[in-house]
T-cell receptor, first 115, second 111 residues
């Protein structure tokens, strides 16, 4: 079956703009989690959505938000972009909330560059 | 405030030898520990995990060791192969809540 897909794969934005990233989970998966990967901080958890509801949230400012649709597809939005938001944004899907390890599948990521 | 630290950003090992990747965490409440492998342009893939009730878990060439008193876990790869060259992330969780990842260690296995 098809894996987790993320669009776009690459994105360049300028400071102050906003951006929306999309994640389509594996068919049948209802949980989508988002992560930010930067060289200095590694992978950091942003939030998790399950059945259109945010279940868990990491320690990121309110400029980072997300939502999930009834078909389990999820979007992540970052408003008022800052240079430090340049990162690889990964999403991961699993059948249900709170499943980790081999039950969680990552997409290839969206590389966001803020200039 | 880093909950998980991987103090070695990179590691080089000869093919056939042992690779040891280390990870330290801060909170004794974490009860599940994982290792992921990441190739360039791909998302991380799950490698191996261990729960806090164990101190060792083995899967083929990969073994994870957990030392709860030292809040330390390590991944051993024996024997190392060139295809193992990747970035390895450790991750910890208090089950059902958040994930915390380390900063990653880039492993290069030299043929």
């Amino acid at each position: 079956k098809a894996g987790v897909t993320q669009t776009p794969r690459y994105l360049i934005k300028t400071r102050g703009q906003q951006v929306t990233l999309s994640c389509s989970p594996i068919s049948g998966h209802r949980s989508v989690s988002w992560y930010q990967q930067t060289p200095g901080q590694g992978l950091q958890f942003l939030f998790e959505y399950f059945s259109e509801t945010q279940r868990n949230k990491g320690n990121f400012p309110g400029r980072f938000s997300g939502r999930q649709f009834s078909n389990s597809r999820s979007e992540m939005n970052v408003s008022t972009l800052e240079l430090g938001d340049s990162a690889l944004y990964l999403c991961a899907s699993s059948l249900s909330s709170g499943h980790w390890g081999d039950e969680q599948y990552f997409g290839p990521g969206t590389r966001l560059t803020v200039t | 405030d880093q909950q998980v630290k991987q103090n070695s950003p990179s590691l080089s090992v000869q093919e056939g030898r042992i690779s040891i990747l280390n990870c330290d965490y801060t909170n004794s409440m974490f009860d599940y520990f994982l290792w992921y492998k990441k190739y360039p342009a791909e998302g991380p893939t799950f490698l191996i995990s261990i729960s806090s009730i164990k101190d060792k878990n083995e899967d083929g060439r990969f073994t994870v060791f957990l030392n709860k008193s030292a809040k330390h876990l390590s991944l051993h790869i024996v024997p190392s192969q060139p295809g193992d060259s990747a970035v390895y992330f450790c991750a910890v969780t208090n089950t059902g809540n958040q994930f915390y990842f380390g900063t990653g260690t880039s492993l290069t296995v030299i043929p």
